[in-house]
């Protein structure tokens, strides 16, 4: 499925004093099953951005089409339609905020994965297999599952429980998913399940994936395009390596590349003939030898 | 305190032991057999897999929680002594994960004077303690700013400053940049860093980025309760396999060099960050 926007704007407080313009006439496009970061630092409008989405914000100005629909017709003839649209909308659109373990409520995992499909009037038979399906697209099915699913949730490790909630909106089937810092808090073991878990997401159920991020290593991993933004505006945009390497642009906004890109650039910079888009540190190693052992290089006084 | 050891350490902590819910039958362990002592001055980083015991650890230091087994002195002064409580939580300041939690005042100065006001210092004393606590974090231009107004760094340096404006001797952080961004992290890490080189405080950070771990003086590994290495950044990263085995990672920097180091390449150990390792290898290579 697409999500696109044409001008969008997004002014808090608009007419006030205080008013304050959070996204500013960002245009973009993405299509089936891409996986596209956005960044920016704190204040820059991801977050209000990717809450438009599927609705839980209405522009001030321009359009949101979700798989051609425009979210907020103006004429008077759709509006009584519209709150049905939106719902089926978020639906098509799951949306994770950031910590969304804080959310879990339920006693056991199975009751909270199966509390949005009883929301959508599905029968038992039913949501026990969303239920099923879901903790499987997140990874924590297998032999397992029957025991997972019994537990409560806040017995599980951070991110067990953080792979429960996101199993909670995959339950309701989206097409799209938009995730707000998915790793953030969470140990390298954690993260990196959590990174298997949506990389092979994607690529079985042909998921379109959003990631609002700091973690240049996450959107690495995730993504093959991303935005970055800068007080509410577009200011880069291209395929992820490509943005990497702008190591000017990143610093200036605050933002920092994976420490890979920083080494790659740092060599270059001190004359070494090596490429500088490497997001991974074995890349990284062979472009490394590579480059010490070509002419004019003396490999054997690298031996400590 | 007359033996020279205990003047030299800050806090000390013999065979603690921690059990959530003692006695029922949801007890359980999250700390057991730890000793560890931290000497005035140093900086220390704590990491570990989530529920490793870090935190339990980290309130066990100004008494926040007090040990089911062993103990732990803090400037000679045993947590569990009730009459001490209020001497030691003076000198073991706490920043904790979520800069929106610790936020108690609509003005960022009232903020940094709410924990002296309560300790009932003297109004000019407050004054003084405020603007001083400000200008060690960087944030006296921001003084009369509304806290919830500023950036997730900002936040959390003023709650830096509110611990400091009760002079602690030593400051936790209890994985205060882990809600922050690059900038923000980078703001706290800095600020803490040169607190600790130039006022002399001692800082317990405890983090999940392991790239923070790389400036400590000693790094602390823990894993099931337990404290599994306990040695400076270069020997730790060093033992990426066993880091690797209780779910932990190495920098990325790290990274590289073992993988340079599998192609041929060695880099000696002492190589930690993107500078250094840019270094040797364009010195090697000439």
């Known amino acids: 499925m697409s999500i696109e926007t044409v001008d969008l704007t997004h002014v808090y407080m608009a007419g006030t004093p205080n008013a304050l313009t959070a996204v500013d006439r960002v245009s973009l496009r993405m299509g089936d099953g891409e996986a596209v970061g956005i960044m920016g630092p704190t204040g820059s409008g991801k977050s209000t951005l990717v809450q438009h989405f599927n609705g839980l914000l209405r522009p001030t100005s321009g359009r949101v089409l979700v798989d051609g629909e425009d979210l907020w017709r103006a004429d008077e003839t759709h509006r009584r339609g519209r709150k049905a649209d939106l719902r089926s909308i978020r639906r098509k659109v799951g949306l994770i905020f950031q910590f969304p373990e804080h959310q879990l409520f339920e006693e056991t995992v199975y009751e909270d994965i199966a509390f949005g499909p009883r929301n959508l009037g599905l029968g038992e038979a039913e949501t026990r297999e969303r239920v099923a399906d879901a903790l499987s697209a997140v990874g924590l099915a297998g032999d397992a599952v029957e025991d997972i699913s019994r537990r409560s949730p806040f017995s599980l490790s951070g991110g067990q429980m953080r792979r429960v909630a996101i199993a909670g909106v995959l339950a309701m089937q989206p097409g799209t998913l938009v995730l707000d810092e998915p790793t953030a808090g969470l140990d390298p073991r954690g993260r990196r399940g959590l990174l298997e878990a949506l990389i092979r997401l994607r690529r079985e159920r042909n998921l379109t994936l959003i990631v609002v991020s700091h973690n240049m290593e996450d959107l690495a991993s995730l993504t093959e395009r991303v935005l970055v933004l800068d007080r509410g505006r577009v200011v880069e945009e291209g395929p992820t390596r490509q943005v990497f390497s702008r190591l000017d642009v990143l610093r200036e906004l605050g933002l920092d590349a994976p420490p890979v890109v920083s080494l790659m650039q740092g060599l270059a910079a001190r004359g070494a003939e090596v490429r500088t888009d490497l997001l991974d540190p074995a890349e990284a190693a062979a472009e490394i030898e590579r480059w010490m052992r070509s002419k004019g290089g003396d490999p054997d006084r690298v031996h400590a | ?286």
């Open chain 2, 1 to 286: 305190m007359s033996c020279a050891a205990a003047e030299k350490e800050i806090i000390e902590i013999d065979g603690l032991g921690h059990r959530y819910g003692a006695g029922t039958d949801y007890e359980v362990k999250a700390l057991e057999d730890v000793d560890l002592r931290i000497v005035r001055g140093e900086f220390l980083v704590v990491i570990g897999p989530n529920g490793s015991g870090k935190s339990t650890l980290a309130r066990h230091a100004n008494g926040l929680l007090l040990p089911t087994e062993g103990r732990v002195l803090v400037d000679g002064m045993d947590t569990r002594d009730p009459n001490r409580l209020w001497d030691i939580r003076r000198t073991v300041g706490m920043v904790f994960q979520n800069p929106d939690n610790q936020i108690v005042a609509t003005v960022v100065e009232e903020d940094i004077a709410f924990g002296p006001e309560n300790l009932g210092v003297p109004t000019e004393e407050i004054r003084r303690r405020v603007d001083e606590a400000m200008a060690l974090v960087d944030m006296g231009e921001f003084s009369r700013h509304a806290p919830h107004l500023l950036s997730g760094g900002q936040k959390q340096r003023v709650a830096i400053a509110g611990a400091l404006a009760m002079r602690p001797r030593c400051l936790v952080l209890d994985e205060a940049t882990a809600m922050l961004d690059p900038r923000g992290r980078q703001e706290v890490l800095r600020t803490v860093r040169r607190l600790n080189r130039e006022e002399g405080l001692t800082v317990i950070h405890i983090t999940h980025f392991m790239e923070e771990a790389l400036e400590a003086d000693r790094v602390v590994v823990m894993d099931r309760g337990r404290i599994v290495m306990d040695a400076p950044p270069g020997e730790v990263f060093g033992r990426a396999a066993e880091l690797e085995d209780i779910g932990l990672a190495v920098p990325q920097v790290i990274e590289v060099r073992r993988h340079l180091s599998d192609r041929g390449l060695s880099v000696p150990s002492s190589v930690l960050t993107v500078e250094e390792l840019v270094e040797h290898l364009c010195q090697s290579r000439r």
